[in-house]
C-alpha cells in the first residue's frame, strides 16, 4: 500500500504524520521549506489539556518546561479587578508556548520516525486522483511525482491543494486585529495572565481599549492589543509607545525595564470550507478552517483535526476504507467549528459594542468579562470544544446505555486505569494506538493484584465480548470514574471521545456500539466524496 501524503509541515502536517505513524501507517510530508523554523517569540498559541496530551503522547517530551502554565487569570476594567481564576490541579491551567518551540519538538520526534519521510523544498503544484490513489507532483530543486494511498493538506489558510480541489472557502476576514509583542519585562502579576479592558492611561493612536498580557518562560510576555476596524497602519514608534504606555500604566508611573524581542500585528479571520473530503484528498487545519477569535486558540482545533483524522484513515489504510467513517471525519470536525464560529459571530459584536466606538453594551461589563475571560481559557460560549454528540458514529437503540460525567461524543476524563499487563497507566496514555478501549469500573480493585481479579466476578463474561468485537480492542478496568457505578462499562473511541456507556456487561450493546463507531458493519457504496472526486482532480 502506497503512503500517505500530507502537504505542509505546520504543527497539523507533522502532528498527522506522528500519529499515523504510531499506528504503522507510512507517510510522506512535503515540506516547502528548508526543515528549519525560525524563532518568532510573538507567535504562540494557547493548548488545552486535550492537545497537549496529545502532543505529549506522539512525542514523548514533557511540554511544560518549552511553555508556561500559567498561576492565575484575572479581568480589570479601568482600575477594577472585576475576575480572578486560580488554576490547579482539579482545574489545570491552559498552557502557553511559542509555536516555533512546539514544530521543534514535532520535528525532532519526526526524525526518529522510520515510517515517515519529509521531502524538503518540496512545494506541491499538481493532484491527480482516482479510486485507487492519488499522485501529487511537487516543484522545487527535487520536484517529482509522488504516490499515495490518501493526501492531507495542512497546507495552511491559502491552501493549494483546497485550491487544486476547487473547495470554496467562504467566510469573513479581518474580524479583529490585534498588534502583539514579546518582550522580556518584570510585570506585578508573575506567572498570571490577564485581560485589562479600557485601562485608565491614554494611548498614542488608534486603540480599542484592550489590552492582554500572557506570561511565557525566562520572564518573557507577549501583549496584545485590540486594535479598531479599519486598516491603520502599525508603525513600529506606534508599537513602542504602546508597550511604554502599557507598561508605565502597570507599574503605576514608572516604567520597568523591557527587552523588545519580537512584534507583529495579528489579523483575524473566520472561515470554513465548504468540503474537508474530495475522494482521497483530505483537509485539515488551517486549510479547513480560520478560527482566530482572542488570538490564540486557531492551532488547538487543528492539532484536534489531526487526531480526530489519523485513527480513521489508518483503519482505511490497513482494512480498507469504511466511507460512513471517512465522511464521519467531516461532518464531525466540521459542525464543531462551525459551532464556535457561530457563536464568535453571535457573541463577539456584542462585547465589543455597536458601531466604530466599540462602546460596551450598557449594565453588562461584568458579564462581558466573563464571557471574554472563558473565551480566552477555552471554556464557555467562546472558547469550549465542540462536542461530537450528533456524530454519524454515535449509536442507537442500545438498551444497558446510562449517563456518566462524560455525555457521549466529548472527550473522556483521564483516569487512573489497570492495562492488561497488571500496570496502571492513565487512560490518554492508551489513546492513539488505533485500539478501541474498553473499561469497566471496578472499585476496590486498584488494591489487589490483577491475577486475583481477572478470573473474578464479571471480568471474564467481558473479556470475551471485548475478544468478539469487531475490531481491535483494549480491555482496562479503572477504580472509579465521574458519575459512573460500578461495574459501568465505557466504550472509548481511538482519539479519547466516549461511544457510550453501559450498565454492566452486555456484549450485544457493546458489540452494537463498536460497530457504529467503526462507521458500520460494511464499507457500503462509494460516498458522494468519492464520487465527485474524478471531477475535482488537477491535471499533469
Request: aromatic share 4%.
Given at each position: 500500500?502506497?503512503?500517505?501524503?500530507?502537504?505542509?509541515?505546520g504543527?497539523?502536517?507533522?502532528?498527522?504524520?506522528l500519529?499515523?505513524?504510531?499506528?504503522e501507517?507510512?507517510?510522506?510530508?512535503?515540506?516547502?521549506?528548508?526543515?528549519?523554523?525560525?524563532?518568532?517569540?510573538?507567535?504562540?498559541?494557547?493548548?488545552?489539556?486535550?492537545?497537549?496530551?496529545?502532543?505529549?503522547?506522539?512525542?514523548?517530551?514533557?511540554?511544560?518546561?518549552?511553555?508556561?502554565?500559567?498561576?492565575?487569570?484575572?479581568?480589570?476594567?479601568?482600575?477594577?479587578?472585576?475576575?480572578?481564576?486560580?488554576?490547579?490541579?482539579?482545574?489545570?491551567?491552559p498552557?502557553?508556548?511559542?509555536?516555533?518551540?512546539?514544530?521543534g519538538?514535532?520535528?525532532?520526534?519526526?526524525a526518529?520516525?522510520?515510517?515517515?519521510?519529509?521531502?524538503?523544498?518540496?512545494?506541491?503544484?499538481?493532484?491527480?486522483?482516482?479510486?485507487?490513489?492519488?499522485?501529487?507532483?511537487?516543484?522545487?530543486?527535487?520536484?517529482?511525482?509522488?504516490?499515495?494511498?490518501?493526501?492531507?493538506?495542512?497546507?495552511?489558510?491559502?491552501?493549494?491543494?483546497?485550491?487544486?480541489?476547487?473547495?470554496?472557502?467562504?467566510?469573513?476576514?479581518?474580524?479583529?486585529?490585534?498588534?502583539?509583542?514579546?518582550?522580556?519585562t518584570?510585570?506585578?502579576?508573575?506567572?498570571?495572565?490577564l485581560?485589562?479592558?479600557m485601562?485608565?492611561?491614554?494611548?498614542?493612536?488608534?486603540?480599542?481599549?484592550?489590552?492582554?498580557?500572557?506570561?511565557?518562560?525566562?520572564?518573557?510576555?507577549r501583549?496584545?492589543?485590540?486594535?479598531?476596524?479599519?486598516?491603520?497602519?502599525?508603525?513600529?514608534?506606534?508599537?513602542?509607545?504602546?508597550?511604554?504606555?502599557?507598561?508605565?500604566?502597570?507599574?503605576?508611573?514608572?516604567?520597568?525595564?523591557?527587552?523588545?524581542?519580537?512584534?507583529?500585528?495579528?489579523?483575524?479571520h473566520h472561515?470554513?470550507?465548504?468540503?474537508?473530503r474530495?475522494?482521497r484528498v483530505?483537509l485539515?487545519?488551517?486549510?479547513a478552517?480560520?478560527?482566530?477569535?482572542?488570538?490564540?486558540?486557531?492551532?488547538?482545533?487543528?492539532l484536534?483535526?489531526?487526531?480526530?483524522?489519523?485513527?480513521?484513515?489508518?483503519?482505511?489504510?490497513?482494512?480498507?476504507?469504511?466511507?460512513?467513517?471517512?465522511?464521519?471525519?467531516?461532518?464531525?470536525?466540521?459542525?464543531?467549528?462551525?459551532?464556535?464560529?457561530?457563536?464568535?459571530?453571535?457573541?463577539?459584536?456584542?462585547?465589543?459594542?455597536?458601531?466604530?466606538?466599540?462602546?460596551?453594551?450598557?449594565?453588562?461589563?461584568?458579564?462581558?468579562?466573563?464571557?471574554?475571560?472563558?473565551?480566552?481559557?477555552?471554556?464557555?460560549?467562546?472558547?469550549?470544544?465542540?462536542?461530537?454528540?450528533?456524530?454519524?458514529?454515535?449509536?442507537?437503540?442500545?438498551?444497558?446505555?446510562?449517563?456518566?460525567?462524560t455525555?457521549?461524543?466529548?472527550?473522556?476524563?483521564?483516569?487512573?486505569?489497570?492495562?492488561?499487563?497488571?500496570?496502571?497507566?492513565?487512560?490518554?496514555?492508551?489513546?492513539?494506538?488505533?485500539?478501541?478501549?474498553?473499561?469497566?469500573?471496578?472499585?476496590?480493585?486498584?488494591?489487589?493484584?490483577?491475577?486475583?481479579?481477572v478470573?473474578?466476578?464479571?471480568?471474564?463474561?467481558?473479556?470475551?465480548?471485548?475478544?468478539?468485537?469487531?475490531?481491535?480492542?483494549?480491555?482496562?478496568?479503572?477504580?472509579?470514574?465521574?458519575?459512573?457505578?460500578?461495574?459501568?462499562?465505557?466504550?472509548?473511541?481511538?482519539?479519547?471521545?466516549?461511544?457510550?456507556?453501559?450498565?454492566g456487561?452486555?456484549?450485544?450493546?457493546?458489540?452494537?456500539?463498536?460497530?457504529?463507531?467503526l462507521?458500520?458493519a460494511?464499507?457500503?457504496?462509494?460516498?458522494?466524496?468519492?464520487?465527485?472526486?474524478?471531477?475535482a482532480?488537477?491535471?499533469?
Amino acid at each position: 500500500m502506497d503512503p500517505v501524503i500530507i502537504t505542509g509541515a505546520g504543527p497539523v502536517g507533522l502532528t498527522l504524520a506522528l500519529a499515523l505513524a504510531r499506528q504503522e501507517v507510512p507517510c510522506v510530508v512535503l515540506d516547502e521549506g528548508p526543515g528549519k523554523d525560525e524563532p518568532r517569540p510573538a507567535r504562540t498559541v494557547v493548548l488545552r489539556e486535550e492537545a497537549v496530551a496529545l502532543v505529549e503522547r506522539l512525542t514523548g517530551t514533557p511540554l511544560t518546561g518549552l511553555g508556561s502554565r500559567w498561576a492565575g487569570w484575572r479581568s480589570m476594567r479601568r482600575k477594577q479587578v472585576t475576575r480572578e481564576v486560580v488554576f490547579g490541579d482539579t482545574d489545570p491551567a491552559p498552557l502557553h508556548i511559542a509555536q516555533h518551540e512546539l514544530t521543534g519538538v514535532l520535528r525532532t520526534a519526526l526524525a526518529r520516525e522510520r515510517l515517515v519521510k519529509v521531502a524538503l523544498d518540496s512545494r506541491l503544484d499538481g493532484i491527480e486522483q482516482e479510486r485507487s490513489g492519488v499522485t501529487a507532483h511537487t516543484r522545487g530543486p527535487a520536484g517529482t511525482w509522488w504516490r499515495g494511498s490518501w493526501l492531507v493538506g495542512c497546507d495552511g489558510p491559502r491552501s493549494t491543494v483546497r485550491k487544486l480541489q476547487d473547495i470554496r472557502f467562504p467566510g469573513r476576514t479581518a474580524v479583529e486585529r490585534y498588534a502583539v509583542a514579546a518582550l522580556r519585562t518584570e510585570l506585578p502579576w508573575p506567572d498570571e495572565a490577564l485581560l485589562h479592558r479600557m485601562p485608565p492611561w491614554r494611548t498614542t493612536g488608534p486603540s480599542a481599549g484592550e489590552v492582554v498580557g500572557r506570561p511565557l518562560p525566562d520572564g518573557v510576555w507577549r501583549l496584545d492589543w485590540l486594535l479598531p476596524p479599519g486598516k491603520d497602519l502599525v508603525t513600529p514608534e506606534l508599537l513602542v509607545n504602546r508597550v511604554r504606555e502599557t507598561l508605565t500604566g502597570w507599574a503605576d508611573g514608572a516604567t520597568p525595564a523591557y527587552e523588545l524581542l519580537d512584534t507583529g500585528v495579528h489579523t483575524v479571520h473566520h472561515r470554513l470550507a465548504r468540503r474537508w473530503r474530495v475522494g482521497r484528498v483530505l483537509l485539515a487545519g488551517d486549510a479547513a478552517h480560520l478560527l482566530g477569535a482572542l488570538g490564540t486558540q486557531g492551532l488547538e482545533e487543528g492539532l484536534l483535526d489531526a487526531d480526530n483524522l489519523a485513527w480513521k484513515l489508518a483503519l482505511a489504510w490497513h482494512h480498507g476504507p469504511r466511507e460512513a467513517l471517512l465522511d464521519s471525519y467531516q461532518k464531525e470536525r466540521r459542525a464543531a467549528i462551525s459551532a464556535r464560529l457561530r457563536a464568535a459571530d453571535q457573541v463577539l459584536p456584542l462585547l465589543r459594542g455597536g458601531g466604530g466606538l466599540r462602546s460596551y453594551v450598557p449594565g453588562a461589563a461584568r458579564g462581558n468579562d466573563a464571557l471574554l475571560t472563558d473565551g480566552h481559557l477555552g471554556r464557555g460560549t467562546l472558547g469550549a470544544t465542540g462536542s461530537y454528540a450528533g456524530s454519524p458514529l454515535a449509536p442507537e437503540g442500545l438498551a444497558g446505555e446510562v449517563s456518566v460525567g462524560t455525555p457521549p461524543g466529548t472527550p473522556v476524563t483521564d483516569v487512573r486505569v489497570t492495562a492488561e499487563d497488571g500496570t496502571f497507566v492513565r487512560l490518554r496514555d492508551r489513546l492513539g494506538r488505533g485500539a478501541l478501549l474498553v473499561v469497566l469500573i471496578a472499585p476496590g480493585t486498584g488494591v489487589w493484584e490483577r491475577k486475583h481479579w481477572v478470573t473474578a466476578g464479571v471480568m471474564p463474561r467481558l473479556a470475551a465480548a471485548v475478544t468478539a468485537l469487531p475490531h481491535r480492542a483494549e480491555l482496562l478496568v479503572a477504580e472509579s470514574y465521574p458519575g459512573a457505578a460500578a461495574h459501568t462499562v465505557l466504550l472509548v473511541r481511538p482519539d479519547g471521545h466516549l461511544v457510550t456507556a453501559l450498565n454492566g456487561v452486555r456484549p450485544a450493546d457493546l458489540y452494537s456500539a463498536a460497530e457504529a463507531a467503526l462507521g458500520g458493519a460494511t464499507a457500503g457504496a462509494p460516498s458522494e466524496a468519492e464520487e465527485g472526486a474524478g471531477a475535482a482532480a488537477g491535471s499533469r
